[in-house]
C-alpha cells in the first residue's frame, strides 16, 4: 500500500502469514529507515501497521521467527519477543556491517522453535558470535581472516555455514562443538556472495554470487563434490596444500549477474 507506507526499502514476512515487517527506503519513503513497521495485512480497513520500532541509527535487516523479532543496525542487534507485547530481550553490540545492498546484515535466526539460536558477526575480523538461548552469553567461532560476507543456519540449526567477503572459501561449522566440518571453494577470484542457503533435510548447500554463477555443494555424500586435479598427484606442499584439499561444487548454474538475488532449495 504505497499511499500507506511509501516506498520500502526492506521486507520480511513471517514464514507465510499475514504480518511483515518494513523499513522505509526507496524514492518516495513515508517513514525513516530508522523504524521498523509491522503490518497486519489480514487486518481490516487502511490502518494496517500495528507496532512501530524505532532505533537510533538506519536499519540495515529484520529477521522474524513466531516468537522473536532481530533488528540489525551497522554495530548493534537487538532482539524482542515477537508479536504479543514485544520486549527488549537483549541487545549485543557487533562488528561494523555497513553492507547497504542485500543481504545487508549479517545475521541469521534459526527458524526451528527447537533451537533458540542466533549468529552474527563477532568482533573480531572474520569471527561468528554464537547465542544458543535468550540468557546465553555469545561464543565466538573464528571463522574467517577476512570480513564476514555471507551467513545460513541450516533448517534444525545444528551447522553454520559463512564466507568471507572475498567469496572464494565458504566454511561449515557444528553450532554445538563449534568445530569445522567442511570446507568448500566457490572459486579463485574474489566475489560477493549474494546468498547462502541449505537444503530442508541439510544434505546440500547452494551459494549466489554476483559472478552470475550459483554453486551446489553435497554437505552428507562429500564424494559428489568435485577435487583439484592436483589431489591426485599425492603430497604437496603448504602454500598449494589448502587449495589442493578444498572441495568444488558437484553443479554450478548460470544466473543474471545485474542484480543481488535470494537463492532456496524446494522442498
Excluded at 568482533?123 to 544458543?132: E, F, I, R, T, Y
Excluded at 551446489?216 to 603448504?238: C, E, M, Y
Amino acid at each position: 500500500d504505497a499511499e500507506q507506507v511509501g516506498s520500502v526499502g526492506l521486507a520480511e514476512m513471517l514464514n507465510r502469514s499475514n504480518l511483515l515487517a518494513l523499513v522505509g527506503g526507496g524514492s518516495h519513503p513515508k517513514f525513516s529507515d530508522v523504524s521498523v513497521l509491522i503490518w497486519d495485512d489480514a487486518r481490516e480497513g487502511k490502518d494496517k501497521v500495528v507496532l512501530e520500532f524505532t532505533f537510533p541509527k538506519p536499519v540495515l535487516a529484520v529477521r522474524l521467527r513466531t516468537d522473536k523479532l532481530v533488528v540489525v543496525l551497522q554495530s548493534r542487534l537487538y532482539v524482542f519477543s515477537f508479536p504479543h507485547n514485544p520486549t527488549k530481550l537483549f541487545e549485543f553490540d557487533t562488528r561494523d556491517n555497513p553492507k547497504a545492498v542485500p543481504p545487508a546484515g549479517v545475521v541469521e535466526l534459526c527458524p526451528s522453535l527447537d533451537k533458540a539460536l542466533l549468529v552474527f558477526p563477532g568482533h573480531k575480523c572474520g569471527s561468528l558470535q554464537l547465542v544458543p538461548g535468550t540468557s546465553s552469553a555469545p561464543v565466538t567461532i573464528n571463522a574467517h581472516q577476512s570480513e564476514l560476507g555471507a551467513l545460513a543456519l541450516s533448517p534444525p540449526g545444528t551447522s553454520v555455514a559463512s564466507a568471507s567477503a572475498r567469496g572464494t572459501l565458504i566454511r561449515v561449522f557444528c553450532t554445538h562443538s563449534r568445530q569445522r566440518l567442511l570446507e568448500l571453494r566457490r572459486g579463485t577470484d574474489p566475489a560477493t556472495l549474494h546468498c547462502l542457503s541449505f537444503s530442508a533435510d541439510c544434505s546440500f548447500l547452494v551459494a549466489a554470487s554476483d559472478k552470475g554463477t550459483g554453486h551446489i555443494f553435497a554437505l552428507r555424500d562429500t564424494r559428489l563434490n568435485r577435487r583439484s586435479a592436483l589431489a591426485r598427484v599425492g603430497k604437496v606442499g603448504p602454500v598449494l596444500g589448502p587449495y589442493v584439499e578444498s572441495q568444488w561444487s558437484l553443479a554450478s548454474f548460470a544466473l543474471p549477474a545485474e542484480a543481488p538475488l535470494l537463492c532456496a532449495f524446494g522442498r
